[in-house]
């Protein structure tokens, strides 16, 4: 069971979802090398349900460890509720996993398709942080024939992508992961550079006799009177877009004060350095590189079994 779900759920609403879990042992190639978790339907209605377990936490622990994200739609229901707000904000920065499925496409006639896909692109992809629209296959995901009519080739098309994809998430696992972790502390990178940049913001206008809390809360309020954002992307060329909105660092500092922050100068040492500057080596340099490493070691594994 998912034991970090379980510490961080508590009580009857855990053992609610415990209690739920189904598992299935099928005899299929393609699951030999892969688990698919499949997570309970959306309840799309705008009145708010009480679920017997914490459902987006569920979903968020299955999120983490994914390497490959499906979110699938019948196309009788194609409307946008709370619940699919909440799944796609948590999806935000996993765009490059995320997969739209439009389910049983045979029962669509072949001169609506094409609608229906629009349709569904255009609910969903607004709610997505990503510029482009997301990756959709059509096709009909069970084992009996289409409906009669129905644009059978390019459905069997859709569905061979589909494996395809699905395929190539398979072979470049590894590959995904230390593309994750990179893109991670890119994020932890940015962030402890922009609080260390309003944190410098305030001890250059702080005085002895001022009111600490009066001099955070106004560059807090108006970091753009102290040119932050700018200062911050022309003294480390980190894109103003890589950066979160100021709304979000006011709701930050608020939970924790800007004057309770280490700068990051203090942070470094004769003998160890500077942690944020081993990070951006690891950024630039040690995990491109350990990508190259693996490709090198995956093709010395192939070539050797190729010839035995």
């Known amino acids: 069971c998912p034991a970090a779900l379980v510490q961080t759920s508590g009580g009857q609403r855990t053992s609610s979802l415990l209690d739920r879990l189904r598992g299935l042992r099928l005899n299929a190639p393609l699951l030999e090398k892969v688990n698919i978790v499949e997570i309970p339907g959306i309840l799309e209605i705008r009145k708010q349900v009480e679920r017997l377990f914490p459902f987006n936490d569920a979903c968020q622990w299955f999120i983490d460890r994914a390497d490959i994200i499906f979110l699938v739609y019948d196309p009788s229901k194609l409307d946008v509720g709370p619940e699919t707000e909440a799944i796609l904000d948590q999806l935000k920065g996993r765009e490059y996993q995320t997969r739209i499925i439009l389910n049983k496409a045979d029962q669509v006639k072949p001169e609506e398709l094409m609608r229906v896909q629009g349709t569904l692109i255009w609910n969903i992809s607004p709610l997505m942080s990503s510029q482009e629209p997301p990756v959709m296959y059509s096709t009909s995901l069970w084992s009996i024939p289409y409906e009669q009519g129905a644009p059978s080739r390019l459905l069997h098309a859709q569905e061979r992508a589909f494996l395809r994809d699905l395929r190539q998430a398979i072979d470049k696992r590894v590959e995904n992961k230390i593309a994750s972790a990179r893109r991670f502390a890119v994020r932890v990178r940015n962030?402890?550079?922009?609080?260390?940049?309003?944190?410098?913001?305030?001890?250059?206008?702080?005085?002895?006799?001022?009111?600490?809390?009066?001099?955070?809360d106004d560059i807090i309020e108006h970091p753009q009177n102290y040119h932050i954002y700018e200062g911050l992307s022309t003294l480390t060329n980190i894109s103003r877009y890589d950066l979160p909105d100021p709304e979000v660092y006011r709701d930050f500092f608020r939970l924790n004060p800007v004057y309770d922050f280490q700068r990051l100068s203090d942070t470094c040492t004769y003998f160890r350095g500077c942690p944020i500057n081993r990070l951006d080596v690891a950024i630039a340099y040690d995990l491109p590189e350990l990508v190259g490493k693996y490709k090198k070691q995956a093709e010395r594994v192939l070539e050797a079994a190729a010839k035995s």
């Open 191 to 216: 962030h402890a550079k922009m609080v260390d940049c309003y944190l410098t913001t305030y001890y250059n206008h702080k005085t002895f006799f001022g009111n600490r809390k009066k001099v955070a």
